[in-house]
């Protein structure tokens, strides 16, 4: 049995960041709810954020392949396919381990221009059982688009990403 979702755009019923997080975080559970493809659900989270947040031009997944990030699902303009853990700020959050909130990337060592016309970006490491699994990438046109209250928020949604894959064999 195939169970079909229609899945509308929404507009945040909350004025602030974290009730939209809170909204957004509702979304992704909704979406992920009985699925547990890292790809399925990976490609579901890049579109709901990218079509809900504002002032974003790049949202999606690097996964590590057990030496450097692979590009995975996304949703922007056409993105560098492989970054070293030495590189950039994707390859500081998964080789540091902790959440990368960048207000100007141009002032960031090692940053690497997939797209010119981002200026700031988040990148959260994704960690399962200590294990890297990859990095959730946003980036965004605005100077200082990220802050703390948008830390909190992405590692909350990438919490249920990672919950909402099948358990490690």
Request: include cysteine; aromatic fraction near 10%.
């Amino acid at each position: 049995m195939f169970l079909l979702l229609m899945f509308e755009p929404f507009s945040f019923s909350s004025p602030d960041k974290p009730g939209q997080y809170a909204e957004l975080i509702q979304q992704a559970r909704a979406l992920f709810d009985g699925e547990h493809d890292c790809i399925a659900n990976a490609a579901n989270l890049a579109s709901l954020v990218y079509g809900a947040l504002p002032d974003l031009n790049w949202a999606g997944f690097y996964f590590f392949d057990g030496t450097e990030l692979v590009l995975g699902p996304f949703h922007g303009k056409p993105a560098c396919v492989r970054i070293p853990l030495s590189r950039g700020v994707c390859g500081a959050a998964a080789s540091q381990g902790v959440t990368q909130v960048v207000p100007d990337v141009h002032a960031f060592p090692g940053h690497i221009a997939c797209d010119a016309a981002s200026r700031s970006e988040i990148v959260v490491p994704l960690l399962r059982g200590g294990a890297l699994l990859g990095v959730w990438d946003v980036d965004s046109p605005v100077p200082g688009r990220f802050d703390e209250e948008d830390r909190q928020g992405m590692e909350a949604l990438c919490q249920v990403y990672l919950d909402s894959l099948a358990p490690a064999a």
